[in-house]
């Protein structure tokens, strides 16, 4: 069990991941949208 943790440890935290500001910049919009259509929403049913 002690291994399959570690294991486990090690996949979770010793994956480093590159992501670039453009890519970034996308999913940040991408947010901006989704709340703001969520807000219209609520807003709808008040």
Do not use: H, N, P
């Not at 670039?20 to 947010?31: P, Y």
Request: charged share 50%; hydrophobic share 35%; aromatic share 6%.
């Amino acid at each position: 069990m002690r291994k399959a943790f570690d294991l486990r440890q090690k996949s979770d935290y010793e994956v480093y991941a590159k992501i670039d500001r453009e890519t970034v910049k996308e999913l940040i919009g991408k947010a901006e949208e989704l709340l703001e259509e969520v807000k219209k929403i609520i807003s709808k049913t008040r």
